[in-house]
């Protein structure tokens, strides 16, 4: 059996690439994904810690977070098709409207 | 079984004044009947408590309202009298009304408000609490600006029902103080009241007077001075009275004979055992009063308003009146019938001199007695029913207004000599200028040449009619009902707890001479209390020159008015005394310059500079620091807002610094061992 660690050492890495991502990228699509990893990443714990400790409340609660995630990227896509049709960019510097 | 229906008195005129306020636009005249039905069923009603419980009975009626407070009808002799003088006056007033306003686009408005001052006056008139006094005292205010400003187009009207508003505001908050001082002193007395008794009941007063601390006694008494001052047009918050001259005559009729004024009067006479009591309060009443009455008398002698003239004549006897409740000092409740007998007797010939002067003016087409003269050959019925008010008033032998004053005069004199000579000195004089001015006018409007075109013709007999009942009771009233009068008058407080003897003490005149006597007789012994009074009467003892001297002012100022204005027998002309330089006739022409000093000098120097000094520091100061303090914050915001950068990963940044710094908190919390 795969020990644990190796489950917390891949949700982790995931999770870092993703703030990373989150941090320095620019484009709204990268955003995205990035927060998909850090959703996923999340995910990645629930199971594997359910998995280990017999109970699987934490692969039903993992089921609800892919569908909440499914919910999230729908609006977020939606709104960058919006923005994109506003503005003709989703490079999210440039859309500061209602800055001071 | 009238007492049954006593609630009628108010809600009749109540009822009339829904209807005309919104069907009288579709009746004949405005609905002018609808009210004086109601008035006289107010009368017909009065008449009937008056018949059954006439001389020692009285109507007592109460539920309960909220918290410590009551509604209830109170009918003793001093209500009923009123009750009985405010709804016949009224109704007569409302019947020559029909005539009056005939033809006037505004009558239903006119009816409607008429029907509810009627009503508001009854309903003060026998209320048996302060406060439910209270409430109709100030809808006979409410009534007065509405009636008064009922040519509300023309912008002197609006001004006069403005200042008559205003200035009775200010004595009604003084009375109003007066009400909340009375309640916390007799509260805190902690009185095991009876079910079916509150605290502000005038019977619940009565009894408990003699707990209250003097002080605080004469500071109530002052208040309630202060809210009658202001309706009874004493000075010096006299100035609305004449100024209330801009509404229909009739108005004029209804404030300064039934309606109105004699609440003022009224109000001091139905708390007279407070100002007995209270130490210094009759005094006040009387310096108020014998100074009103003179002051406002000289100002009579000038105008040439007529109705001006009227009006400060009331005035000048509404002076008469509460100085002689004043001077009960000297002869206890005897002070309340003498009072309020000169109250009904000058309800009726004001009335009627009002009434006349209407009938004059709707005539003639003008205000002016100089563009008047001669009138007497055209309105013979006017002409004789005004003189015998102008006899009443002048206090002519055998007329009303004799009985009535000369009985004011007289114990103002035995108020003299056991305190004070200047009441007396002063009512004495004013009683001269009245027989004057009073003659003045009647000679000058009547008598002599035309002095310019008017319209010649008699009023219809809607009008006349008012006139001569009225006349008849200016006349007959006097000798008719003095004696009795006095007796029922003198009763009143025999049905309360009220111990004259004690108060008379508190308040520091212990009573002395015959009406002491008299008056203690009739505590202890309601039943004789009418002997009692009966033996004060006989006992006056004054000397033969004060009794008969009111009688010599009366006719000498008569004479005098007669040798300067009645061209038959003229010997002088007014020129002679005065000329158009003259400071003093033009010091009285101008009111003793009250308009120049209350106006000019008090409301636009002081008050308003006072209201520019107060402007600068509201703004400079008030809103000052306020302004800084906003405008501070907005620059410190300006700089803060920075941190809000709209861009994304600068939050994200932040959240996860945030993050990286708690877990960090946290392990070394941990490590050293707080959590």
């Not at chain 2, 002698?301 to 509460?322: C, E, H, N, P």
């Not at chain 2, 004696?483 to 025999?494: P, T, V």
């Amino acid at each position: 059996m795969i020990p644990l660690e190796l489950y917390i050492l891949l949700a982790s890495a995931m999770f870092t690439i993703g703030l990373y991502g989150l941090v320095t990228q620019k484009n709204g699509v990268k955003l995205m994904m990035c927060i998909e990893l850090l959703l996923n990443s999340a995910n990645i714990n629930l199971v594997a810690f359910s998995a280990y400790q017999p109970n699987v409340n934490g692969q039903v609660f993992a089921l609800f977070s892919i569908a909440l995630a499914a919910a999230e990227a729908g609006v977020g896509f939606a709104i960058l098709i919006a923005l994109y049709r506003l503005y003709g960019t989703i490079d999210l510097d440039n859309i500061n409207a209602m800055r001071w | 079984m009238y007492a049954d229906y006593a609630y009628l008195i108010v809600a009749l005129p109540v009822v009339a004044f829904l209807l005309c306020l919104f069907l009288g636009w579709h009746l004949p005249r405005g609905g002018g009947f609808i009210t004086v039905l109601a008035t006289l069923g107010a009368f017909i009603v009065s008449m009937g408590i008056f018949s059954e419980t006439y001389p020692h009975e009285i109507v007592h009626q109460s539920m309960h309202w909220f918290a410590d407070f009551n509604v209830g009808i109170l009918i003793d002799p001093l209500a009923l009298v009123m009750l009985l003088m405010v709804s016949f006056v009224v109704t007569l007033i409302h019947i020559y009304g029909n005539g009056y306003m005939n033809g006037d686009p505004g009558a239903a408005r006119y009816f409607a408000e008429a029907a509810l001052f009627s009503a508001s006056m009854l309903g003060l008139v026998y209320a048996d609490n302060l406060l439910q006094l209270f409430i109709f005292w100030e809808l006979v205010g409410l009534c007065s600006y509405l009636l008064i400003g009922f040519w509300y187009r023309k912008p002197s009207a609006a001004a006069a029902a403005k200042k008559a508003f205003l200035t009775t505001r200010v004595g009604d908050v003084l009375f109003l103080a007066g009400i909340i001082l009375l309640y916390n002193n007799l509260a805190s007395l902690n009185i095991a009241l009876k079910p079916g008794e509150y605290l502000l009941q005038f019977p619940v007063i009565y009894a408990n007077l003699a707990s209250i601390p003097g002080d605080q006694l004469t500071l109530i008494a002052l208040g309630l001075l202060g809210g009658a001052v202001g309706k009874s047009g004493q000075f010096p918050l006299h100035v609305w009275l004449p100024d209330a001259m801009e509404g229909p005559t009739t108005v004029s009729a209804m404030i300064h004979a039934a309606t109105m004024v004699t609440a003022g009067v009224y109000l001091v006479a139905r708390m007279f055992p407070l100002f007995y009591a209270a130490p210094h309060g009759l005094t006040a009443v009387a310096a108020v009063g014998a100074f009103t009455a003179l002051f406002a008398a000289t100002m009579g002698l000038t105008a040439f308003d007529i109705k001006r003239v009227l009006a400060f004549s009331t005035v000048s006897q509404l002076g008469f009146m509460m100085a002689g409740l004043g001077v009960g000092a000297a002869v206890g409740t005897f002070a309340v019938g003498v009072s309020i007998f000169h109250l009904i007797g000058h309800s009726f010939f004001k009335a009627l001199l009002f009434l006349c002067a209407g009938s004059v003016i709707h005539a003639v087409n003008t205000n002016d007695m100089r563009e008047m003269g001669g009138v007497g050959k055209y309105m013979k019925w006017t002409m004789y029913t005004m003189l015998i008010g102008s006899l009443s008033l002048a206090g002519f032998p055998l007329f009303t207004g004799f009985f009535s004053k000369d009985e004011i005069i007289v114990i103002a004199y035995e108020y003299g000599t056991m305190i004070n000579f200047l009441p007396y000195i002063f009512l004495v004089l004013a009683a001269v200028l009245t027989a004057i001015y009073t003659f003045r006018m009647w000679f000058s409007v009547f008598t002599g040449k035309e002095r310019s075109n008017y319209g010649k013709h008699e009023s219809p007999w809607v009008m006349l009619g008012p006139l001569v009942l009225l006349a008849v009771f200016a006349f007959g009233f006097g000798f008719a009902a003095q004696e009795d009068f006095y007796d029922y008058l003198d009763s009143n407080f025999e049905h309360y707890d009220v111990d004259f003897v004690e108060l008379g003490v508190i308040g520091g005149h212990a009573l002395e001479g015959e009406h002491g006597a008299a008056a203690a007789e009739g505590e202890h012994a309601a039943a004789e209390g009418e002997e009692a009074a009966g033996e004060g009467e006989e006992a006056h003892g004054e000397p033969w020159y004060i009794q008969i001297l009111p009688i010599i002012v009366a006719i000498g100022g008569i004479l005098t008015a007669a040798l300067f204005y009645w061209d038959r027998i003229k010997k002088f002309d007014p020129s002679q005394v005065t000329g158009e330089r003259d400071p003093i006739r033009q010091m009285l022409l101008k009111g003793y310059y009250q308009h120049e000093i209350l106006t000019g000098w008090f409301a636009e120097t002081i008050v308003y500079g006072t209201a520019l000094i107060c402007n600068v520091i509201d703004i400079k100061l008030v809103d000052g620091w306020l302004n800084w303090l906003s405008a501070w914050v907005m620059g410190f915001a300006q700089h803060v807002r920075k941190v809000q950068t709209g861009i994304v990963q600068n939050y994200v940044t932040a959240l996860v610094l945030g993050v990286v710094v708690l877990v960090v908190v946290i392990t070394l919390a941990r490590e050293v061992g707080l959590v």
